[in-house]
């Protein structure tokens, strides 16, 4: 079973900085594309940022410039590095992989459980 287990969330002050991980589980052959989604709040979940296995990465524009998103191929993991937060950054933030290979088996999309995010003003 393909799992996603996020961490590194949690409060933080304005201007300040978290490193949120993403590590995926079960016998994973390949992931084309990882990424991260948040949903604040009475809002719609939205796109992060994402990274295929080998092309540009690409990111929503309201965090270009603070944010970067990272990946290790060989772990199956995931980073985002979250500097000079803003208390509008302060969501539920979910790990994605698209596009997953496990034991012969094609997974669409995963998504972890999320990790809460609390920027104060």
């Known amino acids: 079973q393909v799992q996603l287990v996020e961490s590194g969330g949690g409060l933080v002050q304005s201007g300040g900085s978290l490193r949120l991980s993403c590590a995926a589980s079960?016998?994973?052959?390949?992931?084309?594309?990882m990424g991260w989604y948040r949903q604040a709040p009475g809002k719609q979940r939205e796109l992060v940022a994402t990274i295929p296995s080998g092309g540009t990465t690409n990111y929503a524009d309201s965090v270009k410039g603070r944010f970067t998103i990272s990946r290790d191929n060989a772990k199956n993991t995931v980073h985002l590095q979250m500097n000079s937060l803003k208390p509008e950054d302060t969501a539920v933030y979910y790990c994605?992989?698209?596009?997953?290979?496990?034991?012969?088996?094609?997974?669409?999309?995963?998504w972890g459980q999320g990790t809460q995010v609390t920027v104060s003003s």
């Open positions: 079960g016998s994973i052959s390949s992931i084309n594309t």
């Open positions: 994605n992989a698209e596009g997953v290979h496990s034991r012969g088996i094609y997974y669409p999309r995963k």
